[in-house]
């Protein structure tokens, strides 16, 4: 629908202008209602209802599900349409659709020439392109769902067949800005493709084939799916049924991968460098998403195995800060996970991977190099066929690699030249000679179960320690050690024994949330549009509430709003079964525009204190927009010191959900404390906020927590043109005033695989300030606090409070705090607020940076069940009133000089209760210091 236009020919007063826009914004909703209609209808399932305003098989665009017809301008049209438009998803009905013509584009690099550079173009063949902001979607079928059918809107890709450029890579320079702007020799990928992903851009509920591929005369092809740089690429429901090379992602950050399915004759999945959160989740890789595809020409599962087997990875990782992989299987490869070194430099990954399942290749995962802060791997099988590896390690290994709770159906071999390689709660079942083949390095085995009676552990020569505790074949360890001189502890006693990890941990709801009806209400609100820089002028709220009303008022359903900039200068109510969306079908960042929602909103007379500028009635939602707040930094206020505003969002009620937001710049994110919101979902809410998060709470049962995503570059980089975004720097106000997460009374919560970095609290548990109870029973899977004062604080605690973390990385940098730690159990010694009997479980953590203090134990239980402290701050665990454990743990910071002071790896305080340390290696040798003798306990207690 186009917008009404107003024409004004007298001189009108203030007040008569303010009538005329009121009046103009309910012409606005009152045309909007006869655009009253349901969403596009598919033919199979999905997790929400599909609003597209450009759908490829319109005549405008002209693309057609036949034989022989090029799609390729069609659709491009079509993406170029949403892109001018503001962005949006371009739709793409169930068929087949056959791609048969490239384009080309020209990629400027940086190239080495001598000593010297210079720039360069390289020419590369694509197919599609998606701009900023578009997203490519389609009518999809699962195929684990539909006995390995393929079916739905299906690409046909008949073009790139043994392309010389399948895979092209140039030597050149890259300036790390992660590394001081330090100067790389790397290697920039000039490699063709089919679908281009900047930044921003997601393709989902789709199918991609490639008819003309033989697998007895396998032909390369170019990277299916590529995200050359930028933030924010998503992959989404995707079944590539027979790529050559999957998805490929270059010097970039965000990736997101997830619910989706791969057969790949060479490479699955490919990471390059991303300097920030990428994610694996749900992602599975096998050679029988292209065998039972039903679709012409597939060949038998056999035939298709036998060549993944012979030549295929997985899924690929090199350099990547802080990768999260979770569910992600892989079977019938060569290579199931490959992880190491970027080529051309030094730089290597660290990750937590959480449920990876990979059987029957020749290596399950083979590990070249990791960088110091290691791989964290919980609750995860790893299966090698006849005569295969588990597990190897190469010889550039030196670094930790952390095994809880891992089935093996292998040998684990090590080739490597140092490090730390632990165990904890494993299984190992083996055919050859050892379970364990350590040939360099140390190895720690903590309560882990061998299957078979003999054959557990060779060391090699190199090898220079063993500690184990409570491991083997009925508690009797086998060990041949060929060892020049082999530091070997073997202990097996009933005082050690500990809880397990947790296994079958939901990470995700069942049923994603959206509303009952499945109508639909565009609405044209005067807005700001293009790539530019204007910022909205007139205020819809009173539009935008109306028109939330009359979508409840017909049955419930979706308010669209299409891609622009819209002032929203009041607060407005989304009403129960109604949900407030944007263009975005997936996560974004700030720098991809789409819709936005701009506010001077603080609060009214009550400052913070006032309503909350989106509230979320019982069952309401809002999916796919970004908001900024234009006033945080303006009329006395500034980056220093922020102004203080109400949450921008507040849930009132059970079953509200916030999907695929993003905060460009405010002050508070979302309140999920001040009522009751049980069983509510937040999914990917990313941005930068001054001063809190996300804060969950009011006696809530049952509710999510994914994948939030805070950081200040949110405010800074901005989406081309500028489009009206205040670009805002907070990033040493958040260290020192920003609480992240905060969580207080609330039952069967959900916290996956969140991020924050640069706040003073990353995690925090505390009272609950309506109910008055403490934290109960939480899990925590996948948690990172990186760049914080104080990472994780549990401020209050009763008996019946039990925290239990799983893959948590605890990072501090250094702030303007004096004191800054990874973990805070208790504001203060013996403080009250924390009983002696709360505990916090820590299962495979990683901790490093620049703390003054490792963790500071003020009461309360706090069990360290293996973590690589890898820098252990001076002292590593200072116990000043609580009990701490700390088991299968690396202290990899050297402490200069002799064990005194604070030099040492544990300080016992004479308040502390005691400190137990079972089956740890210290860089330094173990140092303590005690200040209430007998109270440091414990299996390296007893052999020094």
Known sequence: MSSVNFSITKTVSACDKMAMLAMMAMCFATLANAQVGASIKTVYPTKDWVISDFVVTDPTFGAKAEPGFDNRAAFQAAIDAAYTNGGGVVYIPAGHYEFRSTQTATRNVRVRQGSEQRMKDFQYQFVLNLPSGVQLRGDWADPELNNGKVLGSILEVRVGKNAPNYNGTVESWWNDSQAGNALRTTYTSIADRFIDLNSGTGVTNLSIWYPEQDINDVKPYPWTLFQPNGDCATIENVTLVNAYNGFYSAPSELHYVLNSYITALSTGIEVHVCTDIGRIENVKIAPKYWAHSGLPGAPSLEKVAAYTEANGTGFNMHRSDWEYVSNLYVSDYKTGMWVGREPGYDDTPNAQFYEIHIKNCETGIYV?????????????????????????????????????????????????????????????????????????????????????PAGHVFLGADVNTLKSVNSGYNSTLEIKNDSKSAN?????????????????????????????????????????????????????????QKALNDVKAAGGGTLYLPGGR???????KIPSGVELRGTWDVQHHTQSGGVGIFT?????????????????????????????????????????NPRMTPFLIQGQGPDVYIVNVTVGGGDKGIDLASYNTSRHYVDYFAGVLARAGIWVGGGAEGGFIRNMQLNPHYGSRLPQGGQGYPKISLTRFVQSNCSALKFADIKNQTIFNNFVYGSFYGIHFLKDAITGKNPGEMTIVGHGSDGCSYSLFVEDADKKTKLIAINSELVNTRTAEPVRSYVLMGGEANTPKVHPKAQLILYNSAFWGSPTVGAIINSGTVRFQQANFQRSGAPGIDNRGGAA???????????????TGDNVYTKQHAAGVSTELTNNYYISGLRESNAKPGKIYGSDIGNQ
């Open 566 to 572: 819209y002032l929203v200068n009041n607060p407005i």
């Open 488 to 544: 070997v502890e073997i202990n097996n006693n009933k005082k050690y024994l500990f809880d397990l990890i947790p296994k079958h941990v939901a990470t995700d709801s069942k049923v994603h949330p959206r509303p009952a009806s499945n109508k639909v209400l565009k609405v044209d609100l005067p807005r700001a549009a293009g790539i530019n820089n204007e910022q909205p002028t007139e205020d819809v709220s009173a539009a935008l």
């Open 885 to 899: 454990h700390v088991y299968s743990s690396y202290f990899a910071q050297k402490m200069p000089g002799e064990a």
């Open 368 to 452: 070249q190099a990791v960088n110091p802060y290691g791989l964290l791997i919980s609750n995860s099988t790893f299966g090698a066929e006849k005569d295969g590896k588990a597990v190897y390690f190469a010889n550039d290994f030196k670094t930790s690699v952390q095994f809880n709770g891992v089935e093996f159906t292998g040998p684990v071999v090590s080739d490597g030249s140092d490090g730390v390689i632990s165990f904890e709660g494993c299984t190992f079942s083996h055919s050859s000679d050892y379970a364990l083949k350590i040939n360099n390095g140390n190895v720690l085995l903590t309560q882990s179960d061998f299957k078979k």
């Open 600 to 640: 001077r909103y603080a609060g009214g007379a009550a400052g913070e204190k006032g309503p909350s500028l989106i509230q979320l009635a019982e069952g309401a939602g809002i999916r796919g927009l970004t908001f900024s707040q234009l006033n945080i930094a303006t009329d006395g206020y500034s980056a220093e």
